[in-house]
């Protein structure tokens, strides 16, 4: 049996950042809004809850940030880190609009500190959010409920009715029940399908089964499947995501920040045949650290073991798994359950290989190897003083690149080239408009704010026409 | 490695936190936490008594149950901080004494109530207990010379103070055990301030945490009231003595003299602030808080309350039959208050204000 409908005028899907700003700014407008987010109220809000900053462009320094951070050298850096793969028009729109950002993101209630221990090359160019995304997340929903958002929470959309790129009603599951709601215009913020780990196979094949979830389970891309079968115009392809080595230990999703390693460039790394595969010190590590995800997902099993010794123990970031401890080389093989003389055979060849140098962790030193294939480039150095360490890790998927073509007012754009009537969408659901691939800090944030205030902004527009 | 339950739990949490450090903004804990790597037993104690139990941890965290990591700082720490006074207390022998607190304050108080009312019975004949005095007889003087009064709790402060700089002394070595400072008078400069305006009760500026979306400063407003009408009757007392003493200006004083005003207004601060934590305690989400040492923090606020109320009651009846009566009530009840301030509650304001100098001497010289 379905309740009785109510109607509203704009419908957003999801929970996180970008559905709460398109919610806030819909609501601003005076359109009447309703947020269903397919989590329980702990776990609302998807990523968002394992963030911590947002890359805004700024002209001066503020009281968290600690200089100027203009258009043109945030996107050189976003022209950089894609690789080209990016909309330049779009792109140069949201980051002329995250400069407003700041400001709109604090009114909501969002509180910023100067950037946390242990990222201090991110002072300049992201604020960092007092108590974290999940802090943020209350900020936002406090501020919704105040305007009057209604909020549903376990709420999984799993119809939707478009005619010809004209949104009537969607269907969502809520207390076992299936219910209707209506609206004049909709928002689809619910995130990407990187924890719908079948989907993840078309792209990759059966490896991936031996990937983690480093967010929400919740991104399971249903939304994003609805719209591009009913024709919304599709970007990026569903190989690519985010991803990163983390600890092998951690739990299939939602691990979070607290189980990446920072220490692949101060040891090597090896697959489960004890053999390199990878120049460990090829660039410094926030350059490469979103390589190492892809690398372990081509070695055999998807496993790789990170080894380096006492020395360099205290020269990364804590994190949440103590490193396994060994007082040889041949004992950490056997407690990796790695061949022991294979093992010492590929560190024996590293040390001897290991030219003389001056270490230093903040440049580009000149402690590389010679002779040795692969080569490491920088930050060389035998591992030979006891205790020796490893941690093993696997690829760790933060977030799929392939979501739905939008324009600048952030709505979608069909197969065939037309906008949809009252569709938009923000977030990780159409961020491979602007980050096609790679990434930097705190992007995703701003994708999410700048999109979801103007797809808001938009929809509400949208219903009062 | 840990010697309690709570201590390993409490190692675990710093672990996951220090992997995050999505919190450091929010207080002292987490600055404190990242200029270490690893948590003995001292480090933890120390972390716990610099949490005032805010909150804002909680609910900002991604981590706490239902998911796995499980993570509850302010509860964990909570528990760690009470059994840290047990711990460090002097002597050891009484550390039994903090898990069964409420019933060692009322059975104390019943005790000392007991000893002045019979004191005071067999010095004067029931007659003498049970009639009214003017203030020109002296007023409660009558029934218990100043010199006696005033010998009588210069001996059980004596005792107090001996137990509690020993109990300090105990918990700041420890908490020295893997991070050597060296303390200036700037620190305790930092501490004081930092203690008075319960900097570290804020949770980054929404104030503690009451309900989910809702801060509030409450629990900052009734422990101000507590903690300075406490310190306005302590002065009350102070100022008392110095005109006997000094002045040669004998109680009872007039309703404006210093003495009265002090103690009314510090008097009134601790009646509405103990009543206010009580209710905020009830108020809070269960799962910030800690249930195992109720006693010990119900019995604390409880005595407080009691002192004032007596005293209050001593200073407007004194003149009635009934002052006899009250003398020994408040006395009591004072005297079980000093008694027991080295084995309770009380304890949580010094522990915490020494860790306080502590992270100001951490941040001079490790940040």
């Known amino acids: ?465 | 490695m840990h010697t309690t339950k709570a201590l390993a739990e409490a190692n675990r949490l710093m672990t996951v936190c220090n992997s995050c450090r999505y919190c450091e903004g929010l207080c002292a804990v987490f600055p404190a936490m990242e200029m270490r790597r690893s948590f003995a037993d001292g480090d933890l104690n120390y972390l716990a008594n610099l949490c005032h139990s805010c909150g804002g941890c909680y609910i900002d965290c991604q981590f706490t149950a239902p998911h796995e990591f499980d993570v509850n700082v302010p509860r964990t720490l909570a528990i760690v901080r009470s059994e840290s006074y047990a711990a460090h207390v002097w002597p050891q022998a009484m550390s039994g004494v903090f898990r069964r607190n409420g019933l060692v304050i009322s059975l104390l108080t019943a005790a000392t109530i007991s000893a002045f009312f019979i004191g005071m019975m067999l010095v004067h004949s029931s007659g003498g207990m049970f009639r009214a005095y003017a203030d020109a007889d002296g007023s409660f003087y009558a029934l218990m010379p100043h010199n006696v009064m005033a010998g009588v709790f210069t001996a059980v402060s004596a005792v107090a103070a001996l137990a509690m700089v020993l109990s300090i002394r105990n918990f700041w070595r420890a908490a020295g055990t893997s991070l050597p400072i060296a303390m200036a008078p700037a620190d305790i400069w930092q501490a004081i301030r930092d203690a008075a305006t319960m900097r570290y009760l804020e949770g980054g500026g929404q104030g503690c945490y009451e309900d989910e979306a809702v801060g509030t400063d409450n629990r900052r407003f009734y422990h101000h009231l507590t903690f300075y009408g406490f310190m306005l009757c302590f002065a009350s007392t102070s100022v008392a003595t110095s005109y006997h003493y000094l002045l040669g200006m004998e109680a009872p004083y007039p309703w404006y003299d210093l003495p009265v005003v002090l103690g009314t207004i510090g008097g009134i601060g601790l009646l509405i602030g103990p009543v206010g934590l009580l209710l905020a305690k009830k108020k809070r989400d269960p799962m910030v808080q800690d249930d195992s040492f109720r006693g010990m923090e119900v019995g604390f606020i409880v005595m407080l309350f009691l002192t004032s109320l007596t005293g209050l009651a001593l200073m407007l009846m004194r003149e009635t039959a009934a002052m006899g009566v009250l003398l020994a009530l408040h006395l009591g009840i004072v005297a079980a208050l000093f008694l027991t301030m080295p084995y309770g509650k009380f304890m949580h304001g010094l522990y915490r204000f020494t860790a306080l100098v502590r992270y100001s001497a951490e941040r001079r010289l490790h940040m």
């Not at chain 1, 909020?151 to 076992?176: K, P, Q």
């Not at chain 1, 089964?209 to 009913?230: A, C, K, P, Y």
């Not at chain 1, 709505?411 to 790679?438: H, K, Q, S, Y």
């Open chain 1, 1 to 465: 049996m379905e309740e009785q409908r109510q109607d509203y005028d704009v419908l957003v899907i999801g929970g996180g950042n970008a559905a709460l700003c398109a919610a806030i700014a819909a609501r601003s407008a005076g359109a009447s809004v309703l947020v269903l987010e397919a989590a329980t109220k702990f776990y609302r809000g998807g990523n968002t809850r394992h963030t911590r900053n947002m890359r805004c462009a700024h002209d001066r320094a503020t009281e968290t940030l600690s200089g100027p951070y203009t258009e043109e050298e945030f996107w050189d850096d976003l022209l950089r880190v894609t690789g080209g793969e990016t909309n330049e028009d779009l792109a140069r729109h949201m980051i002329h609009q995250s400069k407003a950002m700041l400001g709109w993101i604090a009114k909501q209630g969002v509180r910023f500190q100067p950037s946390l221990g242990g990222t201090l090359s991110l002072g300049r160019t992201n604020s960092f959010f007092l108590g974290g995304g999940r802090s943020m997340l209350n900020a936002l929903y406090k501020t919704a409920g105040g305007l009057g958002v209604d909020v549903l929470y376990e709420a999984e959309v799993v119809e939707l009715e478009i005619e010809d790129g004209f949104f009537c009603s969607a269907t969502y599951m809520h207390n076992g029940e299936r219910r209707n709601v209506g609206a004049r215009s909709l928002v689809a913020a619910a995130g990407g399908f990187e924890s719908n780990i079948e989907w993840l196979k078309e792209g990759w094949g059966e490896i991936a089964d031996n990937f983690l979830i480093r967010g929400t389970s919740n991104n399971r891309g249903t939304v994003l499947r609805m719209l591009l079968d009913n024709g919304v115009d599709r970007i990026g392809d569903p190989t690519q995501c985010h991803a990163v080595a983390i600890d092998a230990r951690a739990p299939k999703f939602d691990g979070g920040i607290i189980t990446r390693l920072d220490c692949v460039v101060f040891g090597i790394v090896v697959n489960k045949l004890s053999q390199r595969f990878y120049d460990e010190g090829e660039d410094i590590w926030p350059k490469r650290y979103a390589i190492w995800g892809r690398l372990v997902a081509a070695q055999p099993d998807q496993i790789a073991y990170i080894i380096f010794d006492s020395p360099s123990l205290r020269r990364f970031m804590p994190s949440l798994y103590p490193p396994i401890e060994a007082s040889t080389i041949e004992e950490l093989a056997g407690k990796l359950g790695l061949d022991p003389a294979a093992l010492a055979r590929t560190v024996g060849d590293f040390n001897a290989a290991v030219q003389p140098g001056t270490f230093n962790d903040a440049i580009l030193d000149d402690c590389r190897t010679e002779g040795l294939t692969p080569p490491k480039s920088h930050w060389a150095q035998k591992i030979e003083t006891v205790p020796f360490y490893a941690y093993p890790v696997r690829p760790g998927i933060t977030f799929t690149y392939m979501g739905v073509r939008v324009n600048k007012q952030a709505r979608m754009i069909m197969a065939d080239g037309r906008p949809a009537a009252n569709m938009f969408a923000a977030g990780e659901i159409m961020a491979g408009n602007v980050l096609g691939r790679g990434y930097a800090a705190g992007i995703g944030m701003t994708v999410g704010s700048v999109f979801g205030k103007i797809s808001g902004e938009g929809a509400a527009g949208n219903a009062h026409n």
